[in-house]
């Protein structure tokens, strides 16, 4: 399980600038399979995550990535949950990955 420490780097504003997230259809239909991670800052919230470039992002904390409302429930679980669970597909194999984040100084 990584730990993710930069806590106050999490603002929707800056997640956003470290990955480059792009909804991927399945074929021949308008279903949204997941988020196809195309950029990746190395460092980077997404990084320490356990994604990589060419990733597909097929769930976060047991809820599939089927649309961009879940799209936005992720930013906010990436903004304030302390724990996070993501399912990716990356070459041909499902691979789940944990962390558990540190709040920052002063919170509760």
């Known amino acids: ?3 993710w420490r930069n806590v106050g780097l999490r603002g929707r504003p800056q ?3 470290q990955a480059w ?3 991927e259809l399945a074929p021949g ?3 949204m399979m997941g988020l196809r991670v195309r950029k990746l800052v190395e460092g980077s919230f997404w990084h320490q995550l356990g994604l990589a470039e060419g990733d597909l992002l ?3 904390n047991g809820d599939s990535m089927d649309s961009m409302d879940r799209w936005q429930k992720l930013l906010r ?3 304030t949950d302390q724990q996070i669970s993501v399912v ?3 070459a041909g194999r499902r691979l789940r990955f944990h962390t ?3 709040p920052s100084r002063g919170s509760p």
């Open 1 to 3: 399980m990584a730990q």
């Open 15 to 17: 997640l956003l600038q």
């Open 21 to 23: 997230l792009v909804p």
């Open 29 to 31: 239909r308008d279903a």
């Open 58 to 60: 097929e769930q976060v």
């Open 77 to 79: 679980a990436a903004e």
């Open 88 to 90: 990716v597909r990356r």
């Open 100 to 102: 558990k984040t540190v």
